[in-house]
């Protein structure tokens, strides 16, 4: 007697789903850890208000001697940019070449405190976040394992897709029996959180391979290429005062956020964020000469669309677009892997037990 052939659909989905189960229980660990160290780094800055509150009593104002003198000072020793005082973290933060960070007061510039991924638990759980603690070869394997987050992601919602008549019935949630229920916990929960994961996962995999990102998108959608001053016209050792109360006006109605500490011979350059930007720091960019004659102004929001969505995809994967709200749905978003991780290990084991 022949037996009765299988369906195409059938078969697909019987193949996605072994798929789906190995790839998740395999690599599925490495995603979710991956994912809970971003949900602590939604809040990194109040975190270490918390760690460090020295840091926070002080008064977030931008002086030019105090900036020349943290320049003058530290620069040789390779730092290499600054972010302005703020409101949030009223020091400057300094950024050295070999991935420290250090705070120093906005008062005389006196250094407060220093930070690296060695001694610093918050820029230890984002090195394992952006590179596995393993520099670029723990990037391009993040790159690969983002990719098969994707693949899960969207095999499970094919996987859950219901009929008509069912959508009621598959995003319930049943206490028992263990199958039934990891089954339902594991499925009915991706199905409500899956947008937002699926948004956190695809940005974070746009930031790995930002190049190619921005080669797709400004091709569908068109992209600017600004291209910077390299030299100082005025060849002379930056006037500070000058330089800095310039830069805080050259571009109307634009927070200056960050400077980077000039070559010899070269401008000073400023990041900010204009009106309408979504990036915390801002992709707007300000070139001054040591004099303080402007050099180039770059306004970020009147970019074609191709380079403001690029630009866009690192400030929607931290969750600094839509408030409050948004920060604590991304964090949210965070935890889900690990979530389903263990969910859909409990399933496995159940059927395995049946």
Partial sequence: MNRPRTSRPRRLRAALAWLHLWFGLVLGGVFAVVALAGTVLVFHVELLRLQYPHLTRHEAVARAPVLERIVDQWGPRGLRSLDLPREALPVWQGYFADGRRGYFSPTDGSLLLTRSHRDDWLLWLHELHVELLAGKVGKEVLGIVGWVALGLLLSGLYLWWPRRSQWRAHLRFHAGPPTRRWLSWHRSSGAIILPLVLLVTLTGVGMIYSNGFRTALTALFGGATHTAPTTDPATSPPQWQAVLSQALTALPGARVNRVSVPREGGPVAFRARAAGEWHP??????????????????????????????????????????????????????????????????????????
Wanted: hydrophobic letters at 50%; proline letters at 4%.
């Fill in 281 to 354: 720091v801002g992709r707007s960019t300000i070139h001054l000469a040591g004099d303080g004659a402007v050099l180039q102004v770059v306004d970020a929001s009147a970019d074609p669309a191709g380079t403001r969505i690029h630009q866009a995809i690192y400030p929607l994967h931290i969750g600094a677009v839509g408030g409050t709200a948004m920060r604590w749905l991304t964090a949210l978003a965070g935890l889900m892997p690990a979530f389903l991780l263990v969910t859909g290990f409990l399933l496995w084991r159940a059927r395995k037990r049946g």
